[in-house]
């Protein structure tokens, strides 16, 4: 076994954030684990633009965004392994890995930062009836296929989902000359964002089918249709709607879920609202020296907001490694009345009051609302919003006056305020 | 009047656009002023990025990513894919090399997006 100071699990924009930025606090022991044949993450197969105009102030592709941060850490001479699957982590931050160069290594960790990402929700999370032919793709599949490979998985295409990756693949799949069919989108909305509707959907002509789904699959040996229906209020198909779209391809595009079969072995305590750990302020998990970020903490809509996450991340690992204070006194945050999660999820009931930054996601599209903070059932924080959508992370900046409200308070919730105060 | 979403950036902005006087257009709604010019070339010659992929050989990779380096003209689209789909390129290509330049003669280069270098 070697020891290490600081493992980073995964080497896409979470993890070279991560890196970069505990590097730059001084530490140097760091090691970054990919299971992929080079760095990047998910970034490298989203060729498309739209990414860093936080970060960098300019439009990038995914691969020229990951590329400034490939970048960075090779500059820094931060040490990384390709090809390399962590298999293992134990909550005494005991970290396995396999690679074909290096076979079946455990290193012993100071401290780990999951920043593993995110998976897609297959066909058998959402119970799709119908026959086993295939040509049924997630959206994510059907991009590393077209981008990365070069191969058109299908000519005639139906996509179930209208999020980012199904609004993208829309278009990509288009480009590489496959007729796209039909968007279908079980929510009387989207949660993908205006403009790539505007430019990978209407661009194109390509129907957007809200409140409608696909109740079945058919063709045996390979796709040969969907059948898909209109959906009542709540969400059921209804059967009178139902017609046949002949296609060769169903992309899902379903939503996301953070990847945490390795925190799991860890111990870690997960959130059963976004499947991410539940972390403190300094996105420490319950296991003392084990950080997340990123998609594996919960889904971002910007990788620009993973990279700033991660970086605080990777800043917070170095001071624990440091022997920073551990706190065990720890207040849940209720999140309430619409408001699905917050993260960080728990404060630290110590007394270290800093402006700190809350992200959380609501439940459905609420219009004129206020997201409010209580401390003991005192309002401390409001900001009032014209729309919220789940589509879109909301983020609110606390000072450090508030903060030590909460940190000092028996119970904090932060809440949506719908129209009259409450 | 018509109402638009800029596609700039995520923000997606929902424009108003008064287009009654085509020599001077009123944009309301916009949060910065990307959003103005994107509402007057929406009305008199709508553009867009385009980003796609061509062959590449002698590098690590099957596929190369490529850009428009500046949005083209729409009704360019296709016409820029089909010659995107007749290159093959030779690594090592470092990202911002020129893969095809004055692309349909509308002025504008295609380029890298990604490093591959030579194995």
Redesign the interface.
Known sequence: MTNRNLVIIGGGPAGLAAAKAAYDCGERDIIILERE?ELGGIL?QC????FG?HTFKE???G??YA?RYIEQVEQRGIEYRLNATVIDINKDKQVTYVSEKDGLVTIQAKAVILACGCRERPRGAINIAGMRGAGVFSAGTAQKL?????YLPGKEVVILGSGDIGLIMARRMT??GAKVKAVVELMPYSSG???N???CLN?FDIPLYFSHTVTQIQGKDRVTGVVVAQVNDKLQPIKETEQLIPCDTLLLSVGLLPENELAKNAEVQLSTTTGGAVVDENLMTSVEGIFQCGNVLHVH??VDFVSAESENAGKCAVEYIRGGQICKDKLTINCTNGVRYCVPTVLNKDEVYASQSFKMRVANVFKKVELAVFADGVKVYGKKRPVVAPGEMENITLSADIMKVLKNAQSVEITLIKGDAK | MKE???????L?C?LTVDDSDLSNIKVSGNTCPRGVTYAVNEITSPK??????V?VTGG????L?V?TCEAIP?GL?FDC?EVMNGVTVQAPVA?GDVVISDVCGCGVDIIA???IPKV
């Open positions: 044949p490298n060729i498309h633009n739209g105009l439009e990038l592709t691969p020229e590329a077209v981008n990365i490979q070069g480009f590489e964002l205006n403009r509707i505007v430019q661009d809509d910007l | 638009m979403i800029c596609i700039n950036c995520p997606g929902m867009r990025m385009v980003t796609g992929s062959k690590n990779q099957a596929m990513c850009k729409k689209i894919l990202i997006t990604k490093n």
